[in-house]
């Protein structure tokens, strides 16, 4: 007979290296078939609802890391609320719509004139749909559960049906109207622009002061003196109409270098030295009210510059004397309206200049800074040109400079609800609080959004128009698309005349022949992501309104988040959702954002192939994603080692019960030795930090540092590295050994659990190796957490017992680096203890020399003299010696009763007795 065959070796069917990448999707084949993602359903249903609602991501190639890191989340969120009593359907969607979408078809060498715009729509939602496919499958391959076979799509008739009936209600408030004001405006796109799609980027800008003449000075200011103003967009000077000076600043005239200008007091010195003036000298003060309707000569055209009081010229730069062009900047629009100015804005959709910009016409605008520039130094209005760097808005999808251009536009009013949404930003719940001051701010601030885009892919304003131009937008005419759409689509719009869509036999005053025409503007992408809480919390019976939970990355509060809200508080008068939590985004080691033309990328794709999306699922679970998370390979394949770690772990643990049958060998926590107890105590503290720390504080890098402690510190250093002399060397059926099989099941079946939402696919399959009733893991529910009785003094026995145990280990390490032992096992330790030491020491009821992984332990009497060789601590000394006697051939410990078994003279006193007990053949015969 082996000397093995004697020892209680953990063997198990459970695989030491998880081979993730060919597993996981077994696994999630077998799910489907099985149904598991419905069968959780099922089990939910009757329980109070958790509804995260899903923000569509842009149907557009395969998903990156960021996408991972925002699936993955909602997926660890939804699986935990699914198995703490919740029903947690949930329903993935993709935002559809677009001009990436157009670029990529003309990438692809599509030619849009060549077809009707339905042809070009059609092969656009055809692209989107691959799309849709190519993303599902990604996502699915992380392990996502959710209804992926009836997604909502922003493209589908029943989608846009609902967005068309948003739009209708806010328009039947009173919200909706066409106005003519200055917008972001992308060249690049040939699109206006909502402020959720501009980003910022430096730019080198000139920097000018201009020289404008007084032509009409009230009496006031004589025809040879000049204001000046300070811009830095040169192109806009074709625009201008005005000039702003503020009411309550003190204005100048003054004498430089010969001639006469105009400026604010508080800016003289800046700007002599800004322009280079030598000899100044002030000739006159004059308040800003009383500049009021001046007139200046315009620097290069035969037309007046009216000077206007507006509250929106500061002192912070310039002259306090602002160039005003109302077609070209929001403040300047407001106060040339309040003057009855023209809108004028000489450019056209691609940036060019039209024929109301005489001498430019025909140049881009941007080409015509130097032309301007030029003009003005050749008509003496030229004071100073300078260049500067600075942030100026991008079109963030071309990544191109945008500009301010007046163009007709339809419009939702903010300001006749923002009081509404800000009240209702103040009532959701803000698990990131910094978050509710951020969109709270940009609510209050933000101007009337521009909906309307002149695309081609996207969902069409519902607007008609009569034959003197009125626009039509009722109820009954709106409703009326909304049916058909939700029957055909929305590509019907520009496959039928605008009668034909009209509600049979609709007639209006303004059309007296009965002739219509229909918008050909689409609407604001942000607009259709915006109504999913209308057309998929209310459109779906499985969902909700308002939605538990909005989880996003933290651009999305100029976007999803502020869009959202706002709709929802336009037609329902409450937020769309209940709480909302963002993320951070994913950055290279360097904190540069993850691009391809940086080469930093990582993609899950590849990641999943080679380690598997347990992986990235656990990495997930590591970081704060609260802020940026900086990532790169070397993190993930150290993430991989910790998954080793937790994996051997529980291969240990299943390796170590695969004799034990909980209802038959399981041990009642009361009649568990100490240390058993202790271990329940901290898997009970463990689940309870889990869930009320972890899952229900969305803290997932809380879940993954109690797991990992738990596993490397109270588990493999500990409790599973002395037990190997209990399970392995004591019989089968030996009471420690069950009360330590007890407690490894438990935390089995405990941890398999906690980290199911995180770890699906392993968890799964520990779970195939477990004597559990549920099939599986995932129809299973998380484990609950109690008080046990006498917990804190169990609980202040073994602390005290962890602080010898340390100085036991450090007393240990020191004799190792002076070569008296190698192993532990061939040392002997003899402490000197305290009193209440000796007291803790005496309350053991496991045996002290197995609890320190040594063979001798002797404890002296209170008092005793402690010799030169022991390491003093401050209530105990230990000293290390070699231990004395043989080294037993089965348990590997060194005893001085080796050899005292007359039969079995290679082992100690202990193993024999084990072996002649359940081995008889082995005392007879011996061992090979």
Same mark, same amino acid.
């Given at each position: 007979?082996?000397?093995?065959?004697?020892?209680?070796?953990?063997? &198990?069917?459970?695989?030491?290296?998880?081979?993730?990448?060919?597993?996981?999707?077994?696994?999630?084949?077998?799910?489907?078939?099985?149904?598991?993602?419905?069968?959780?359903?099922?089990?939910?249903?009757?329980?109070?609802?958790?509804?995260?609602?899903?923000?569509?991501?842009?149907?557009?190639?395969?998903?990156?890391?960021?996408?991972?890191?925002?699936?993955?989340?909602?997926?660890?969120?939804?699986?935990?609320?699914?198995? /703490?009593?919740?029903?947690?359907?949930?329903?993935?969607?993709?935002?559809?719509?677009?001009?990436?979408?157009?670029?990529?078809?003309?990438?692809?060498?599509?030619?849009?004139?060549?077809?009707?715009?339905?042809?070009?729509?059609?092969?656009?939602?055809?692209?989107?749909?691959?799309?849709?496919?190519?993303?599902?499958?990604?996502?699915?391959?992380?392990?996502?559960?959710?209804?992926?076979?009836?997604?909502?799509?922003?493209?589908?008739?029943?989608?846009?049906?609902?967005?068309?009936?948003?739009?209708?209600?806010?328009?039947?408030?009173?919200?909706?109207?066409?106005?003519?004001?200055?917008?972001?405006?992308?060249?690049?796109?040939?699109?206006?622009?909502?402020?959720?799609?501009?980003?910022?980027?430096?730019?080198?800008?000139?920097?000018?002061?201009?020289?404008?003449?007084?032509?009409?000075?009230?009496?006031?200011?004589?025809?040879?003196?000049?204001?000046?103003?300070?811009?830095?967009?040169?192109?806009?000077?074709?625009?201008?109409?005005?000039?702003?000076?503020?009411?309550?600043?003190?204005?100048?005239?003054?004498?430089?270098?010969?001639?006469?200008?105009?400026?604010?007091?508080?800016?003289?010195?800046?700007?002599?030295?800004?322009?280079?003036?030598?000899?100044?000298?002030?000739?006159?003060?004059?308040?800003?009210?009383?500049?009021?309707?001046?007139?200046?000569?315009?620097?290069?055209?035969?037309?007046? /510059?009216?000077?206007?009081?507006?509250?929106?010229?500061?002192?912070?730069?310039?002259?306090?004397?602002?160039?005003?062009?109302?077609?070209?900047?929001?403040?300047?629009?407001?106060?040339?309206?309040?003057?009855?100015?023209?809108?004028?804005?000489?450019?056209?959709?691609?940036?060019?200049?039209?024929?109301?910009?005489?001498?430019?016409?025909?140049?881009?605008?941007?080409?015509?800074?130097?032309?301007?520039?030029?003009?003005?130094?050749?008509?003496?209005?030229?004071?100073?040109?300078?260049?500067?760097?600075?942030?100026?808005?991008?079109?963030?999808?071309?990544?191109?400079?945008?500009?301010?251009?007046?163009?007709?536009?339809?419009?939702?009013?903010?300001?006749?609800?923002?009081?509404?949404?800000?009240?209702?930003?103040?009532?959701?719940?803000?698990?990131?609080?910094?978050?509710?001051?951020?969109?709270?701010?940009?609510?209050?601030?933000?101007?009337?959004?521009?909906?309307?885009?002149?695309?081609?892919?996207?969902?069409?304003?519902?607007?008609?128009?009569?034959?003197?131009?009125?626009?039509?937008?009722?109820?009954?005419?709106?409703?009326?698309?909304?049916?058909?759409?939700?029957?055909?689509?929305?590509?019907?719009?520009?496959?039928?005349?605008?009668?034909?869509?009209?509600?049979?036999?609709?007639?209006?005053?303004?059309?007296?022949?009965?002739?219509?025409?229909?918008?050909?503007?689409?609407?604001?992408?942000?607009?259709?992501?915006?109504?999913?809480?209308?057309?998929?919390?209310?459109?779906?019976?499985?969902?909700?309104?308002?939605?538990?939970?909005?989880?996003?990355?933290?651009?999305?509060?100029?976007?999803?988040?502020?869009?959202?809200?706002?709709?929802?508080?336009?037609?329902?008068?409450?937020?769309?959702?209940?709480?909302?939590?963002?993320?951070?985004?994913?950055?290279?080691?360097?904190?540069?954002?993850?691009?391809? /033309?940086?080469?930093?990328?990582?993609?899950?794709?590849?990641?999943?192939?080679?380690?598997?999306?347990?992986?990235?699922?656990?990495?997930?679970? /590591?970081?704060?994603?609260?802020?940026?998370?900086?990532?790169?390979?070397?993190?993930?394949?150290?993430?991989?080692?910790?998954?080793?770690?937790?994996?051997?772990?529980?291969?240990?643990?299943?390796?170590?019960?695969?004799?034990?049958?909980?209802?038959?060998?399981?041990?009642?926590?009361?009649?568990?030795?100490?240390?058993?107890?202790?271990?329940?105590?901290?898997?009970?503290?463990?689940?309870?930090?889990?869930?009320?720390?972890?899952?229900?504080?969305?803290?997932?890098?809380?879940?993954?540092?109690?797991?990992?402690?738990?596993?490397?510190?109270?588990?493999?250093?500990?409790?599973?590295?002395?037990?190997?002399?209990?399970?392995?060397?004591?019989?089968?059926?030996?009471?420690?050994?069950?009360?330590?099989?007890?407690?490894?099941?438990?935390?089995?079946?405990?941890?398999?659990?906690?980290?199911?939402?995180?770890?699906?696919?392993?968890?799964?399959?520990?779970?195939?190796?477990?004597?559990?009733?549920?099939?599986?893991?995932?129809?299973?529910?998380?484990?609950?957490?109690?008080?046990?009785?006498?917990?804190?003094?169990?609980?202040?026995?073994?602390?005290?017992?962890?602080?010898?145990?340390?100085?036991?280990?450090?007393?240990?390490?020191?004799?190792?680096?002076?070569?008296?032992?190698?192993?532990?096992?061939?040392?002997?330790?003899?402490?000197?203890?305290?009193?209440?030491?000796?007291?803790?020491?005496?309350?053991?009821?496991?045996?002290?020399?197995?609890?320190?992984?040594?063979?001798?332990?002797?404890?002296?009497?209170?008092? &005793?003299?402690?010799?030169?060789?022991?390491?003093?601590?401050?209530?105990?000394?230990?000293?290390?010696?070699?231990?004395?006697?043989?080294?037993?051939?089965?348990?590997?410990?060194?005893?001085?009763?080796?050899?005292?078994?007359?039969?079995?003279?290679?082992?100690?006193?202990?193993?024999?007795?084990?072996?002649?007990?359940?081995?008889?053949?082995?005392?007879?015969?011996?061992?090979?």
């Amino acid at each position: 007979m082996k000397m093995k065959e004697t020892l209680q070796l953990g063997k &198990t069917d459970f695989p030491m290296r998880g081979n993730l990448p060919i597993r996981e999707e077994e696994w999630q084949k077998e799910w489907e078939e099985k149904q598991i993602y419905e069968k959780r359903q099922k089990l939910n249903e009757g329980k109070p609802s958790f509804i995260l609602h899903d923000g569509p991501p842009y149907a557009n190639g395969n998903i990156h890391l960021g996408h991972a890191l925002n699936k993955i989340s909602k997926d660890i969120i939804v699986r935990s609320k699914s198995m /703490s009593g919740f029903r947690a359907p949930y329903v993935p969607g993709w935002d559809t719509h677009g001009l990436p979408i157009e670029q990529v078809l003309t990438n692809k060498g599509v030619n849009r004139k060549e077809m009707s715009r339905a042809e070009y729509l059609k092969k656009c939602e055809e692209y989107a749909l691959t799309q849709v496919d190519t993303q599902r499958a990604d996502f699915k391959r992380l392990g996502v559960a959710g209804e992926w076979d009836n997604p909502y799509v922003t493209l589908t008739p029943d989608y846009e049906a609902a967005q068309i009936r948003v739009f209708g209600k806010m328009a039947e408030k009173g919200y909706i109207y066409k106005g003519l004001k200055p917008i972001y405006w992308s060249p690049s796109s040939e699109s206006s622009l909502a402020e959720a799609e501009i980003e910022y980027k430096d730019v080198k800008s000139a920097s000018i002061y201009v020289a404008f003449p007084v032509k009409d000075g009230k009496g006031k200011l004589e025809s040879d003196t000049s204001f000046v103003i300070w811009t830095t967009t040169p192109w806009t000077l074709p625009a201008n109409l005005g000039i702003s000076v503020n009411p309550d600043y003190k204005y100048l005239v003054v004498e430089a270098d010969g001639k006469k200008f105009v400026v604010a007091k508080d800016l003289l010195a800046t700007v002599k030295e800004a322009i280079g003036w030598e000899a100044v000298e002030t000739l006159a003060e004059i308040a800003g009210a009383d500049l009021e309707n001046m007139t200046a000569q315009h620097p290069f055209y035969d037309r007046d /510059s009216l000077v206007m009081l507006g509250d929106h010229v500061t002192l912070d730069a310039g002259t306090g004397l602002v160039h005003t062009a109302p077609g070209h900047g929001e403040d300047d629009y407001l106060v040339g309206k309040r003057y009855n100015l023209e809108i004028l804005s000489p450019v056209d959709n691609r940036g060019i200049f039209t024929a109301e910009a005489p001498g430019f016409e025909g140049i881009f605008y941007d080409k015509a800074n130097p032309m301007i520039t030029e003009l003005l130094e050749e008509k003496g209005a030229l004071l100073k040109l300078d260049f500067f760097t600075h942030s100026y808005p991008h079109d963030w999808r071309t990544k191109k400079p945008v500009i301010f251009r007046a163009t007709p536009q339809w419009f939702a009013s903010i300001d006749k609800f923002r009081e509404n949404i800000l009240s209702e930003v103040e009532k959701v719940e803000w698990i990131l609080p910094w978050g509710k001051t951020r969109l709270y701010n940009m609510v209050r601030d933000r101007g009337d959004w521009v909906i309307s885009r002149q695309r081609a892919w996207g969902v069409p304003l519902p607007i008609f128009y009569a034959e003197n131009g009125e626009p039509i937008l009722t109820p009954e005419t709106i409703e009326h698309v909304a049916d058909i759409f939700a029957k055909e689509g929305s590509r019907v719009w520009f496959e039928r005349e605008a009668k034909e869509l009209l509600p049979l036999g609709f007639t209006h005053e303004g059309s007296p022949n009965g002739q219509f025409t229909k918008e050909n503007d689409i609407m604001d992408v942000w607009f259709d992501s915006g109504s999913s809480h209308e057309a998929v919390l209310r459109g779906r019976d499985n969902l909700s309104f308002p939605a538990d939970m909005y989880l996003e990355g933290s651009d999305q509060y100029r976007g999803w988040f502020n869009s959202s809200i706002t709709t929802s508080v336009a037609i329902n008068g409450v937020a769309p959702y209940k709480a909302v939590l963002s993320q951070g985004f994913t950055l290279d080691p360097q904190g540069r954002k993850q691009s391809k /033309s940086l080469g930093n990328t990582i993609e899950p794709g590849k990641v999943m192939k080679q380690m598997g999306a347990d992986i990235l699922r656990l990495w997930v679970a /590591s970081v704060d994603y609260e802020s940026d998370v900086r990532v790169d390979m070397n993190t993930l394949n150290q993430i991989s080692e910790v998954y080793r770690k937790i994996r051997n772990t529980m291969r240990f643990l299943l390796a170590n019960t695969t004799d034990f049958i909980p209802a038959e060998h399981g041990i009642k926590y009361d009649d568990l030795r100490s240390v058993d107890k202790y271990m329940m105590v901290r898997l009970n503290q463990v689940t309870k930090q889990i869930r009320e720390k972890g899952y229900d504080k969305y803290s997932f890098s809380t879940i993954y540092k109690t797991v990992v402690n738990f596993c490397t510190n109270d588990l493999s250093s500990f409790y599973l590295d002395f037990a190997k002399d209990v399970v392995y060397i004591e019989a089968e059926d030996n009471a420690e050994r069950r009360c330590m099989q007890t407690v490894f099941y438990e935390t089995l079946v405990t941890l398999t659990k906690l980290l199911t939402p995180i770890l699906p696919h392993t968890s799964e399959e520990i779970w195939s190796h477990l004597k559990e009733e549920e099939e599986y893991v995932q129809l299973a529910e998380l484990p609950g957490y109690q008080e046990f009785p006498n917990q804190a003094e169990l609980m202040d026995m073994w602390d005290a017992f962890m602080d010898l145990r340390d100085n036991a280990l450090k007393t240990l390490e020191e004799a190792r680096n002076e070569k008296l032992i190698g192993k532990s096992f061939e040392a002997k330790l003899t402490i000197f203890p305290s009193e209440p030491v000796k007291v803790l020491i005496n309350a053991l009821d496991a045996k002290l020399d197995q609890l320190l992984i040594v063979s001798q332990v002797a404890v002296t009497a209170v008092g &005793t003299e402690v010799p030169a060789g022991a390491h003093s601590f401050n209530d105990m000394a230990i000293l290390v010696e070699k231990a004395t006697g043989e080294t037993c051939d089965r348990c590997r410990a060194v005893k001085a009763d080796v050899g005292s078994h007359e039969k079995l003279p290679t082992l100690c006193h202990r193993c024999a007795e084990i072996v002649e007990a359940n081995f008889p053949e082995a005392v007879a015969e011996g061992f090979e």
